[in-house]
Structures are given as C-alpha cells and as structure tokens.
C-alpha cells in the first residue's frame, strides 16, 4: 500500500485501487494523494502487459471528497508558479490513466465531488450505487475556484461546451445518482456493492480496447462551438453576476470556451493558467473560510443527547407557519398545524401541496394535520409559535397552549425582532422557552437565528440546536435584543438605500450599485418585497424603548413619504419603489423622481462599500454588544440569512481583507463618515483591533 492508495490484483488480472487516507475521514486531494497516485500510476505502466484492467474504488462513505483546502488557501498572491504547478501535476497524473492502454473503471461507493468527480472522468467508465445519500459534481465554483485537475476540459468534451457550463461547472450543483446518470456523469447505477465491483469486471472484460472519447479518431465535442452562439455565454453570465465581483464564472467561461477549440494538452495548460490566477486571488480565500471553515465551525455543534422530537405544533398558519410546517414534515416529523379556523389552517396546508406539487414527496402531506381545536395539539413535544408580530398576541397564543402540550415540550418563537425575555413572560416554563428565527421562503433558505433569552436553560438550547439540525437547516446563537443580528444588520443596509434616495441618487444608480456589490436582490426591490410597513412598525417600537436617545435615520422622512403622501408600501399592495403590473415588477416607478437632485453626484464606489461598510460595522458592534457569540457565526449568518455577498467571506471577514487591513477599513470608514454621516464611524471594538495589528477570527 502507498499512503493513501491500496492496491490489489485479482486472479482476473484486474488491479483494485482502493483510496483510503488513514489520516482523515474522507479522501481529499491532498499532499500524500498525489504521491500515492503517481507511485501506483507507475506501477500501472510498469505492469501493464499483465493487467486486463483497473478498478478504482473508495474505503470512505464517501468516494472521493475533492480538493485540500488547507493546502489552497495557504497558496499567497505572489505563488501562481506553485499553483500552475499543482494543478499541471494532477492532470498529468490522470492524463497517463486514461491513456494506459487498458479499461479503467471508477466504481462509485460514495459521492464524487470536486477532485474526486475529476478523477472519475478520467475514467474510461462510472458506475455508481443507485444511493440516495450519493451525489456527483463540481462545487468548485461556490468556493471561489474552478475545476484544476481536468474537470473543466473534460465535462465539456464529454457533455458538449453549453450544458457542461449549465449543468455542471458554473452553477456548482451537485446531482444525485439518477439525475447524474440522466446527464451522463455515471454511465450506470447498481443496487449494491458487490453488484458495484461485479458490474466493473464485467464491463472491463467485455472492453478491453477502452478509450476515452476524445481520444478516439474522428471525435468532436458534442454540439461542436458553433461561433455564432459564442457571443450568448458572456452575455448570460454578466447578466446573472449583474457586475458582481466573482471571478470564478468568468474564469470558467473563459477556460472552457478557449479550451473547446484546442487539443486536449493544450486545453489542460489553459485550465491551469486560469486555476492558478483565481487561487493566488483574495476572493478564493474569503469564500473557502466563509462557506468552508466557518460553515463547518457552525454546524458541528457538539449538543449531546436530547429528547427526541415526534410531534410538532405550529401555532399560525400563515405564510411562515405554514412553510415551517412543510419543512418539519419534509424532516419526517408529525405536524399540527393550528390556526383560529379549520379553513385557515387548511389554506396553510395547501402551501405544503403546492411545493409538493413541484418537488414529489407527496406523503410528506399526511404528516400535517391542519386545525381549530387546541386538543389536537395534545402530546406535542415542540411547540414552534408564527403568528403576528405583537408580543399580546404571542403571549395569548402560548397562553393557550401551554397545559395541553406535553409537560416537557420546547417552546419556540419564530420572532424577527421581538426580544425572547419579553415574550417568555407569557409562559411559566421560561426555561423551556426560546427563540427559532426562520427566514423566507423557509423551505429554501437554511438558516435559522436561535435566541436564548435570560432564563432559558442550557438544555432547552441543545434541544433548539438538535431541532434545526433536525431541519437540516445550518444555526446560528445570537443573543437577546431587539432585532437580534440579522434583522438588525439589514436593516441597516435598506436603510442605506432610502438615505441615498433622500440624497438624491438616481434609484436606478442605487440598484446598480447594490447589484454589483454582489447582494442578491437590488435594495429597492428587496424593500418593495419586506414592504416599508413593517420596517416603520419596528422603528417607531425602536424609538418608543430608546426615548430621548433615539437618533433620527435620513431613510426616515422617505419611508414616511412612500406609506403616507403617495401610498405606496410595497409590493403586497401593488405599488411601491416598483411599478407592478399583473404582480408582475414592470420596473421603477417614474414617480421617485420626488427625490431627485440633479446637482448629486456620489461615485458608484462609494455607493458599494456605503452598503458594505454599514452591514460590517453594524456587525462589530453585534459581536462587542454580545448579540454575536463568535466570527464564524457572523460570517456565516450574514450570507446564508441576509445575503452579504458571498466574494467577501462575510461580514467579519470583509473588513479582514480589506486593502490595508483593519487599518486601512479604519481609514476607509471614516472617510465615508465625513462624507454621509456619523453612522460611518468605526466603533471602539474595531479601533482596538486594528491599534493592535489583529483581526477578526
């Protein structure tokens, strides 16, 4: 055995690689893999007259699982040589495997993804066990990278140059089995593992003159690169990244086209160039920490043993109660859903019916029992409370429910902004009282703010924590205050948004700038769908707790102007910053032009990091205050639960790479700050930081 590769000739003359790292839980493609696999891709072309063939298979639960980070990250601007090397070695590697002259089969046990669906192509065939759990693609695209070990030259000469950028490389999606087999990733699916390893000998034994494709005379790229249709790839793609700055897609547009139309060694050398200038690149290093190692930092949670959850009361069944509803069933959890009628339970029911509609599952329908009697609710173990935002009314709702639930259920609010401590004063049992925030649409969205309020106990938050595991949802503590974190940070980014209108920026100016600051929806648009009612409720319960320390926001006066002079509070009315047509958006409403100011001229920079900048000071003054327990929990709440754009690591770690440090954000803060207000300067926690030459981790 090498370190990390076994191998093992049968009677049959067919050679067994099994991967298997005895230093980690997955196989990556690490240091000691690329030794390990050019010691037996040596030994393969030194025994090649008496092989018949190879099967390369997995130890792991998984097959393969991609690329070392570690090792990625740690590559510094100033080492693109490095980089090009690295990525040179694995494909020169995997290139003397798919021409050795003999059938190589990769015999998927587990999923293949990154690396390990590159090592998979350069195999003469792919089959897989027809597993739900198994999964094949390249995600590479979401950390920041692309495909370095052949992946972008490969999928396209297998799949042809547009649904290889479509289906697999720009979008990162990983495809289980059957939709894998669909695309022609895997060329077969088997039942089990001894039909895996039979079905590889009887494919090797029937294909002993095996070749790739496009080593075959005659072969052309599926769907060839017809030139006229080459103009539409960058085209689309700037419309989807909307000016955003992620170099990825564009990188692997560009390998891939140019790619297309060389010989495959050539193609192989343009992959690299374009892997090594994003791996030397600070985006890569921002999205591998935030989506990475902050991800899994979050998700690990060590929370013991806890009760089991079997039945589940969702008290209100509206558009949040009745999406929760669905995604505790879709976990396989038995739902009660109550509303004051049957048929507004019913109604609520109907949202799970149509996702189900769209998406399968339809026995998850008979988990969810929409109702009007509280009796119904008896035995429930976890009662998850969305009604209305109004503390009377949450307090009544638990009121209702507290003596016929089971005696140890965990009682849970899915508040936005309402502190937990207030609302357990409706309960008798604070301890077991606490805050679940779901974000919409909650059966896409995976995050969820849990809130601890002041008596609740230690368990009933392991408890919350296994809950939304249960979900598979990703969680996040955050501490007891209005707003919590995330409501509280974007409010400060819509907020930014109106102050520039009141300025007098064209709002067309001001959607752009928002856009190619990487933020998922235009803030007017994103205004227009919360509706400008509800942001006006929680700032006038803001200024009524706060009293004569309450310090008025420019977004202020243009609020009031939108609800009350031109009636216009979002898109639930049909009319707000966007004029909708068949509820359909048709555009900016011409009558913004209120706020022009012709003689306004702020530069789009500014208008980028104002949105950048408000949302990461916002943030250090969670984490100072304790509303954030930790830097992973911040980075990742920020992306996951209010679109922080994903290029910069988060919220924490925006102001970490930022030019010049923590000092040079220092710098760059108080500069904004003279120029549109006090809510630019950097608090006392981050000027301590950057004296003190650290960063936030």
Same mark, same amino acid.
């Given at each position: 055995?090498?370190e ?11 050679v ?5 790292? %005895?230093a980690r839980?997955?196989?990556?493609m ?11 891709i040596?030994?393969l ?7 018949a063939g ?6 792991k ?7 070392? #980070?570690?090792?990625?990250r740690?590559?510094?601007?100033d ?12 494909k020169?590697q995997? $290139?003397?495997l798919?021409?050795?002259?003999c ?10 993804? *990154?690396g ?13 066990l ?9 995600p590479?695209?979401t950390l920041?990278l692309?495909?370095a ?6 999928t396209?000469?297998l #799949?042809g ?6 289906e ?6 990983r ?11 895997i060329?077969?699916?088997v %039942?089990?593992?001894d ?6 000998r009887?494919?090797?034994?029937h294909?002993?003159? &095996? ?5 075959? %005379?005659?072969?052309?790229?599926p ?12 085209a ?9 700055p ?7 547009l ?24 994003l791996?030397?690149g ?11 190692y902050?991800l ?5 949670r060590?929370?013991g043993?806890?009760?089991?959850v079997?039945?589940?009361a ?6 949040m109660?009745?999406a ?19 048929e507004?339970?019913?109604r609520g ?5 149509k996702?189900?509609s769209?998406?399968g ?9 929409p ?6 609710? &008896? ?14 009314l949450?307090?009544?709702?638990f009121?209702?429910i507290?003596?016929?639930?089971? %005696? ?6 899915n508040?936005s902004?309402l502190p937990?401590?207030?609302l &357990?004063? *409706?309960v008798?049992?604070?301890?077991d009282?606490?805050?679940l ?14 809130i ?8 009933a938050?392991?408890? &919350?924590?296994a809950?939304?595991?249960?979900? $598979? ?5 955050v ?6 974190f ?16 009141a300025e007098g920026?064209?709002p ?6 928002s ?14 769908? #919360? ?8 700032? $006038?319960?803001?200024q ?6 309450w310090?008025a ?34 555009g ?11 003689d ?8 980028k990091?104002r949105f950048l ?12 205050e304790?509303?954030?327990n930790?830097?992973?929990?911040a980075?990742?709440g920020?992306?996951?639960g ?5 290029w ?5 770690q925006?102001v970490?790479?930022?030019p010049?440090?923590l000092p ?10 003279a ?11 981050l ?11």
């Amino acid at each position: 055995m090498s370190e990390t590769i076994r191998w093992e000739r049968g009677d049959d003359s067919i050679v067994v690689l099994t991967l298997d790292d %005895p230093a980690r839980g997955a196989n990556t493609m690490n240091q000691a893999y690329v030794r390990s696999m050019g010691a037996m891709i040596d030994r393969l072309e030194a025994e090649r007259d008496d092989i018949a063939g190879v099967i390369i298979t997995s130890a792991k639960k998984s097959w393969f699982a991609g690329g070392d #980070l570690d090792r990625l990250r740690a590559i510094g601007p100033d080492q693109a040589e490095e980089a090009m090397r690295q990525s040179t070695e694995v494909k020169a590697q995997l $290139r003397r495997l798919e021409t050795l002259g003999c059938p190589v089969v990769a015999a998927l046990n587990g999923s293949a993804l *990154g690396g390990g669906l590159e090592i998979a192509l350069a195999c003469h065939r792919r089959i897989a066990l027809d597993d739900p759990k198994l999964e094949v693609g390249a995600p590479e695209v979401t950390l920041g990278l692309l495909p370095a070990g052949g992946g972008v030259v490969r999928t396209v000469r297998l #799949l042809g140059l547009a649904t290889a950028l479509t289906e697999v490389l720009l979008t990162g999606a990983r495809h289980r089995a059957p939709a894998a087999r669909e695309l022609g990733l895997i060329d077969e699916l088997v %039942p089990d593992r001894d039909a895996l390893m039979t079905a590889a000998r009887t494919w090797i034994h029937h294909n002993p003159d &095996a070749a790739q494709p496009w080593d075959r %005379p005659g072969y052309r790229i599926p769907g060839g690169v017809p030139p006229a249709q080459l103009p539409a790839f960058p085209a689309n793609l700037q419309k989807k990244l909307k000016g955003a700055p992620y170099p990825a897609p564009r990188a692997i547009l560009c390998a891939a086209v140019e790619g297309a139309q060389l010989d495959i060694d050539a193609a192989f050398t343009v992959e690299a160039r374009y892997f090594a200038s994003l791996a030397t690149g600070q985006t890569v290093k921002n999205m591998i920490k935030a989506f990475f190692y902050d991800l899994n930092t979050v998700n690990k949670r060590d929370v013991g043993e806890v009760p089991p959850v079997r039945k589940v009361a969702v008290l209100g069944a509206g558009m949040m109660g009745a999406a929760i509803a669905y995604v505790c069933a879709r976990a396989g959890l038995d739902v009660v859903l109550r509303d004051v009628t049957l048929e507004a339970a019913a109604r609520g029911k109907a949202y799970a019916e149509k996702i189900v509609s769209r998406r399968g599952n339809a026995e998850l329908l008979d988990r969810i029992t929409p109702t009007a009697d509280l009796t119904d609710l &008896a035995g429930a173990d976890l009662v998850i409370e969305a009604v209305f935002e109004d503390v009377g009314l949450k307090h009544r709702v638990f009121a209702e429910i507290e003596d016929i639930v089971a %005696p140890h259920a965990l009682l849970c609010s899915n508040t936005s902004t309402l502190p937990i401590t207030l609302l &357990a004063e *409706g309960v008798r049992r604070q301890n077991d009282f606490i805050g679940l925030h779901f974000f919409s649409p909650v059966d896409k969205m995976p995050l969820v703010e849990v809130i601890p309020g002041e008596k609740t106990g230690d368990e009933a938050l392991r408890r &919350a924590l296994a809950v939304v595991g249960l979900l $598979r949802k990703t969680p996040i503590v955050v501490g007891d205050s209005r707003g919590f974190f995330t409501s509280r940070v974007i409010g400060t980014f819509t907020s930014e948004g109106l102050a520039m209108l009141a300025e007098g920026v064209p709002p067309a100016s001001i959607e752009q700038a928002s856009s190619q600051a990487g933020y998922p929806a235009p803030v007017l648009q994103l205004m227009d769908e #919360l509706t400008l009612t509800l942001p006006r409720k929680i700032r $006038r319960e803001y200024q009524a707790a706060l009293g004569d320390s309450w310090v008025a926001h420019p977004a202020d006066a243009v609020m009031d102007r939108m609800i009350d002079e031109f009636g216009r509070p979002g898109r639930s009315s049909g009319a707000g910053f966007y004029v909708y047509e068949e509820g359909k958006r048709a555009g900016l409403w011409a009558g913004l032009s209120a706020f022009a100011r012709p003689d306004v001229r702020v530069p789009l920079e500014d208008l980028k990091e104002r949105f950048l900048f408000i949302e990461a000071l916002e943030s250090v003054k969670c984490l100072d205050e304790g509303v954030l327990n930790s830097v992973p929990e911040a980075n990742v709440g920020s992306i996951l639960g209010i679109g922080y754009p994903g290029w910069t690591g988060g919220v924490l770690q925006y102001v970490n790479q930022y030019p010049g440090g923590l000092p040079g954000f220092v710098d760059r803060a108080r500069e904004l700050a003279a120029r549109y207000g006090d809510r630019f300067a950097p608090p006392a926690l981050l000027l301590a930081k950057a004296r003190a030459g650290e960063t936030f981790e």
